[in-house]
């Protein structure tokens, strides 16, 4: 059985389905507007448990999955969203003991995504705070899983050049892609697969330009929709509302001039 222990992650779900995340702490106590939760009526307890409010309210209180700790976890720049790091996943062939180039790191969704399946992880971040924020949320959600021999970050202008050796994946998340191909040209191994985040067509549009101009092939571009359905006894029907663009992936290979 998973009880929850003092340190946990937590998430609370309400009969609206609105998500309250925290760590479990002795002594401590959740606050809403639906009353008090005491944090040590949830130490001990059972994952799924139905926790009261102090005014009555009732909550599922469950460990959160990465796609909820990256929607409700604290954040500086935007995140990618889960519907795109599944993908983003496949597309750069992220596996254990891959080493991957990864830029910039804003919150840390994508270096958790990717650290948690193995990854070996070299971040390159131009802000301070964004990144002491990054590497807060990934020893956050990995806990005693997070290894920091997988997990560097330096404060640097990935502009400006890689100097931390070759690498079997790049991804990026930059306004300007396009201005990474010449320096992945050498920091990149041949067959390695770069991925590039761009919230708009006009970014992947360059971006693309610039991977044919170098020594890549095989590029592609993709946009990932989510629709949820309604499905309540026989009445079925598409949501009224969907996730629908956040952004374009494009990937490539780095293959011999």
Same mark, same amino acid.
């Given at each position: 059985?998973?009880?929850?222990?003092?340190?946990?992650?937590?998430?609370?779900?309400?009969?609206?389905?609105?998500?309250?995340?925290?760590?479990?702490?002795?002594?401590?106590?959740?606050?809403?507007?639906?009353?008090?939760?005491?944090?040590?009526?949830?130490?001990?307890?059972?994952?799924?448990?139905?926790?009261?409010?102090?005014?009555?309210?009732?909550?599922?209180?469950?460990?959160?999955?990465?796609?909820?700790?990256?929607?409700?976890?604290?954040? =500086?720049?935007?995140?990618?969203?889960?519907?795109?790091? =599944?993908?983003?996943?496949?597309?750069?062939?992220?596996?254990?003991?891959?080493?991957?180039?990864?830029?910039?790191?804003?919150? =840390?969704?994508?270096?958790?995504?990717?650290?948690?399946?193995?990854?070996?992880?070299?971040?390159?971040?131009?802000?301070?705070?964004?990144?002491?924020?990054?590497?807060?949320?990934?020893?956050?959600?990995?806990?005693?899983?997070?290894?920091?021999?997988?997990?560097?970050?330096?404060?640097?202008?990935?502009?400006?050049g890689i100097d931390h050796g070759t690498f079997?994946?790049?991804?990026?998340?930059?306004?300007?892609?396009?201005?990474?191909?010449?320096?992945?040209?050498?920091?990149?191994?041949?067959?390695?697969?770069?991925?590039?985040?761009?919230?708009?067509?006009?970014?992947?549009?360059?971006?693309?330009?610039?991977?044919?101009?170098?020594?890549? =092939?095989?590029?592609?571009?993709?946009?990932?929709?989510?629709?949820?359905?309604?499905?309540?006894?026989?009445?079925?029907?598409?949501?009224?509302?969907?996730?629908?663009?956040?952004?374009?992936?494009?990937?490539?290979?780095?293959?011999?001039?």
């Amino acid at each position: 059985m998973s009880t929850f222990q003092a340190g946990d992650e937590v998430l609370l779900v309400d009969r609206k389905n609105r998500r309250y995340l925290f760590t479990l702490a002795d002594g401590d106590e959740f606050h809403s507007h639906a009353g008090i939760v005491r944090h040590d009526d949830l130490i001990g307890a059972s994952e799924g448990c139905l926790v009261p409010s102090s005014r009555g309210a009732r909550y599922t209180a469950v460990k959160p999955t990465l796609s909820e700790f990256v929607l409700k976890m604290p954040r =500086g720049a935007q995140v990618i969203y889960p519907k795109d790091l =599944g993908p983003l996943l496949l597309l750069a062939d992220i596996a254990p003991g891959v080493r991957v180039f990864e830029s910039g790191i804003g919150s =840390g969704a994508t270096s958790t995504t990717m650290l948690r399946v193995g990854a070996h992880v070299v971040g390159y971040e131009v802000r301070d705070d964004f990144a002491a924020r990054a590497e807060a949320n990934v020893r956050r959600f990995l806990g005693d899983a997070f290894d920091p021999d997988r997990y560097e970050l330096h404060i640097r202008d990935a502009y400006e050049g890689i100097d931390h050796g070759t690498f079997d994946r790049a991804v990026l998340d930059l306004p300007e892609p396009w201005r990474m191909t010449p320096h992945l040209a050498t920091a990149l191994r041949p067959g390695g697969i770069v991925v590039a985040y761009t919230p708009s067509m006009m970014q992947a549009q360059q971006f693309r330009a610039a991977l044919a101009e170098g020594p890549y =092939g095989l590029a592609e571009t993709l946009e990932v929709l989510n629709r949820g359905w309604h499905i309540e006894g026989a009445a079925v029907r598409p949501e009224h509302r969907m996730v629908a663009h956040t952004g374009f992936l494009t990937h490539a290979r780095r293959i011999e001039p």
